[in-house]
């Protein structure tokens, strides 16, 4: 099986920054065509262009994925557009930190609608059409990788809701993992740790700072976006054989 994607169709949601438009571009240049989902129009066309000068194919869907009806809108019009699904990034996600007892519960309610319902809504969405591009003669084989993080893992103080949120798609991409990969949809989660994205800043400006502190002590150097595109791409280019179910991927200072 070649390690390429031609005439393929990737989705990748949060695709508008850091992992997930690191994954697009990636994507693209190994020939899969690319439909970049985020909320943020203008960085999603800026993104697309930016695709198609270096060649590929790309297609920008402004949706909040939150939202059910979005969510499978956003599928339906890849079927539509493409006519196949041959790869689902679940990427997008929210880190909002913040004490039980202090943090609004309205933040863990956006943390919640987001990292977990969101991948829900997509993955069931495309759950058919994966299928039936593993059944088809193309690769016969699709791919699912689900984007946690090394709080699914590890809880600290004020990471409490949004490691269960991680923690909760960790286990939801192991259960669907053992649904659907005999039928070829590999299932896969990746857990990064510190990366160079925009997550912590959607944060007051007083927990950035004290991050950065706390980081500025243990972390000497951060993961780029691009480190962890190349682990997406890796996962969903294996030969039909391998199956990749979990990938955990590290600064190595943080290590």
């Known amino acids: ?38 909320r943020r129009a203008d960085r999603l066309d800026t993104l697309v262009a930016t695709i198609e000068a270096a060649g590929g194919t790309a297609l920008a ?3 909040d994925i939150a939202d059910r009806g979005q969510a499978e809108a956003a599928v339906q019009t890849v079927i539509d557009r493409f006519g196949r699904l041959d790869v ?59 984007v946690s993080s090394i709080a699914g893992r590890q809880a600290w103080p004020e990471f409490g809701v949004y490691s269960m949120t991680k923690s909760g798609v960790q286990a939801f991409t192991e259960a669907l993992r053992q649904e659907v990969t005999q039928r070829y949809v590999r299932v896969g989660v990746l857990e990064p740790g510190a990366v160079a994205t925009e997550l912590v800043a959607q944060n007051s400006q007083a927990v950035q700072d ?38 955990w991927a590290m600064p190595t200072s943080q290590a």
């Open 1 to 38: 099986m070649s390690s390429r994607l031609d005439n393929t169709v990737a989705v990748v949601t949060g695709a508008s920054s850091g992992i997930g438009e690191a994954t697009a571009r990636e994507l693209a240049g190994l020939g899969a065509t690319v439909v970049v989902v985020a």
């Open 61 to 63: 869907i402004a949706a």
């Open 88 to 146: 689902l990034v679940n990427n997008a996600g929210l880190m909002l930190l913040g004490t039980v007892l202090d943090q609004d519960v309205e933040e863990w309610e956006r943390m919640i609608a987001v990292n977990q319902k969101g991948l829900l809504y997509l993955t069931k969405a495309a759950l058919p059409h994966l299928l039936a591009a593993a059944a088809d003669d193309l690769r016969q084989v699709a791919d699912i990788v689900n």
């Open 210 to 247: 004290a991050l950065a502190a706390s980081d500025a002590e243990r972390i000497r150097e951060r993961l780029q976006p691009e480190d962890i595109a190349e682990s997406i791409a890796h996962m969903v280019t294996r030969p039909r054989r391998s199956s990749i179910a979990e990938l």
